[in-house]
């Protein structure tokens, strides 16, 4: 068994519950505008926010790019013309007071702050993801927030590994090990910049990418004999 060192987590959907944040933060903008969110909306919003974020991802347009335009688009499909940048400005506002834990979050973080070097890499929007830590409590568990926008790179690019590395002391790979959801942002790029990778999977989706991980769990509490030394959740 490896003993590791220094723990990366990723934000939403692994510690945070972004989908809980999310509907609520649409709920209250489209409340806003008047419109009824319907089933179909939502569907609508989630195809293209997630094809936006993807080719963010892969390094074919901006953060900005991403968020500026979603709702622009989304109310294009229903012949609507709207002003994309200040939607997003209301939903961000909106967005900011998610802080949802996903079950077992703040115990094993807490449990796991004195034993190991804990740090945060997240894709999305600095200001909002530092709210949300810090609304969340998690904060001040963490030796460094790595966020994309301030990096200048994204998840699962090398480069915003690289990054990273560069600023954590003593850094030594092969005692590092990346937790999170995604397959096309934190595994891939664990696998890329050399460091083992745990997928946080707790809907047991089917792994249908090229993306391997080291590691699978269902649950955070699952993460514990993975690492090696004992811990006591608190």
């Known amino acids: ?3 590791y060192q220094t723990l990366l987590f990723d934000i939403d959907d692994t510690l945070l519950d972004f989908r809980a944040a999310e509907q609520r933060a649409l709920a209250l903008l489209f409340a ?5 969110l319907t089933d179909e909306i939502k569907a609508g919003y989630q195809r293209i926010n997630q ?3 993807r080719k963010f991802e892969q ?23 709207v002003d994309g940048v200040q939607l997003e400005a ?3 506002g909106f967005l900011e007071e998610g802080h949802q834990l996903v079950e077992g979050a703040f115990d094993l973080i807490k449990s796991l702050q004195s034993h190991y070097d804990l740090y945060v890499v997240t894709n999305g929007v600095s200001k909002t993801q530092f709210k949300r830590l810090r609304d969340s409590g998690l904060q001040p568990f963490f ?9 200048g790179f994204q998840k699962p690019m090398k480069a915003f590994f690289d990054y990273v590395f ?3 002391p003593d850094f030594n790979a092969e005692e590092a090990l990346i937790i999170g959801d995604s397959l096309s942002a934190d595994v891939k790029g664990g696998q890329q910049a050399g460091i083992d990778t745990c997928w946080f999977n707790p809907h047991m989706k089917p792994n249908q ?3 391997k991980p080291t590691y699978q769990i269902q649950t955070l509490t699952e993460l514990i004999p993975i690492i090696a030394k004992e811990i006591i959740l608190i």
């Open 32 to 36: 806003e505008q008047n419109i009824a």
């Open 51 to 53: 094809e936006l974020w």
């Open 1 to 3: 068994m490896k003993s």
């Open 59 to 81: 390094g074919h347009i901006t953060r900005e790019e991403v968020v500026n335009s979603r709702f622009a688009l989304l109310f294009q499909e229903y012949g609507r013309a």
């Open 143 to 151: 030796k460094g927030i790595f966020v994309s926008e301030d990096t």
């Open 90 to 92: 209301a939903y961000r």
């Open 209 to 211: 990418t090229d993306s």
């Open 166 to 168: 560069a600023r954590i």
